[in-house]
């Protein structure tokens, strides 16, 4: 069973940066994808970003690109989302999730983490 715990939410002004951060209590992450996903007030969640844990590729909602950086530190098992020039629309919870290569989709989930981003 893997868990996933999320942290790095916060409140932020408009052009502002955050880093989230996803640890996870698995061993390796060796095979996984792990992706970070939010939900906005009345809106369905929404897919961010992802990395595959063996290649390091990655892959991001057009929204975010050139905003946000994913990437993972392989010796503590967390995976960290760089939240750059931050706006209103991206307030959400968010929340990190993973998945084996094998797999469709993402079965571990964390509680998520609130972001708010004021004007």
């Known amino acids: 069973q893997v868990q996933l715990v999320e942290s790095g939410g916060g409140l932020v002004q408009a052009g502002g940066s955050l880093r989230l951060s996803c640890a996870a209590s698995?061993?390796?992450?060796?095979?996984?994808?792990v992706g970070w996903f939010r939900q906005a007030p009345g809106k369905e969640r929404e897919f961010v970003a992802r990395?595959?844990?063996?290649?390091?590729?990655?892959l991001y909602t057009d929204s975010v690109k050139g905003r946000f950086i994913i990437s993972r530190d392989n010796a503590k098992n967390t995976v960290y989302l760089q939240m750059n020039n931050l706006g209103p629309d991206d307030t959400a919870v968010y929340y990190c999730?993973?998945?084996?290569?094998?797999?469709?989709?993402?079965?571990?989930w964390g509680q998520g983490t609130q972001v708010t981003v004021s004007s």
């Open positions: 999730a993973a998945k084996t290569v094998f797999d469709v989709r993402y079965n571990y």
């Open positions: 990395i595959t844990w063996n290649e390091g590729s990655t």
């Open positions: 698995v061993r390796t992450f060796t095979n996984y994808v």
